[in-house]
């Protein structure tokens, strides 16, 4: 059974880097059909796509994070991380890692990690 | 941006009773290959989201058949037949036909 998991500090000081690291266990990150995603929910807010990674390294990233995401994947860990810099107290959120299923006839998050809120303050 | 638009956003049911949830995007869904590219989430209370509906109207495994999804280009629904107590959270539809992937503004189901 797929399962994947966040973790990194739940408390960033402002103007400093975020990052995370979400562990693939039950499958492997380097399955062709599968994009490996970033997903936040600020407080009783929506959920925002933050970005993907495919198992190559090839990556998107959500254009209103004004490039201050990177993602990066190693395959030997099974592990997927994002680092996000500059950040401000609009960063506070519950931050999700997920599997993206896009193999033929499908698009869909079908996996999601259990979440890890991390909050920008000093 | 695909801007997804749901309604209502509160919704107070009955158990036993039908629901049903909207979902509108801002542009048509429907990919080249045929699929549309619709999914629909239910997030529990202090759960992750897990997956009910995706392209469109094919539930996910383990989904119970009283979950159902139609439509087509731009407006979609989510029908529950007969509402149950476990059914409560926050209901969010989802495009992944294009990036930035975008999300409704989630419906929040409760029992009346």
């Known amino acids: 059974q797929l399962q994947l998991q966040e973790s990194g500090p739940g408390l960033v000081k402002p103007s400093e880097t975020l990052s995370l690291t979400c562990t693939v266990s039950g499958g492997s990150i380097g399955s062709s059909n599968y994009y490996w995603a970033w997903i936040r929910q600020p407080p009783g807010k929506g959920l925002e796509w933050i970005g993907n990674i495919y198992y190559s390294g090839s990556t998107f990233h959500n254009p209103s994070l004004k490039s201050r995401g990177t993602m990066s994947v190693d395959t030997s860990k099974n592990q997927f991380s994002l680092n996000l810099s500059s950040v401000t107290a609009a960063d506070t959120a519950v931050y999700y890692c997920?599997?993206?299923?896009f193999g033929y006839g499908s698009a869909q998050i079908d996996c999601w990690g259990q979440g890890t809120l991390v909050t920008v303050s000093s | 941006d695909v801007v997804m638009t749901q309604s209502p956003l509160s919704l107070p049911v009955t158990p036993g009773e039908p629901a049903s949830i909207s979902c509108r995007s801002s542009?048509?869904?429907?990919?080249?290959?045929?699929?549309?590219?619709l999914n629909w989430y239910l997030q529990k209370p202090g759960q992750s989201p897990h997956l009910l509906i995706y392209l469109g109207s094919n539930r996910a495994s383990g989904v119970p058949d009283r979950f159902s999804g139609s439509g087509s280009g731009t407006d979609f629904t989510l029908k529950i037949s007969r509402v149950e107590a476990e059914d409560v959270g926050v209901y969010c539809c989802?495009?992944?036909?294009?990036?930035?992937?975008?999300f409704g503004q989630g419906t929040k189901l409760e029992i009346k």
């Open positions: 542009q048509s869904l429907l990919n080249s290959n045929g699929y549309t590219y």
């Open positions: 989802m495009q992944t036909l294009q990036t930035p992937y975008t």
């Open positions: 997920a599997r993206l299923d």
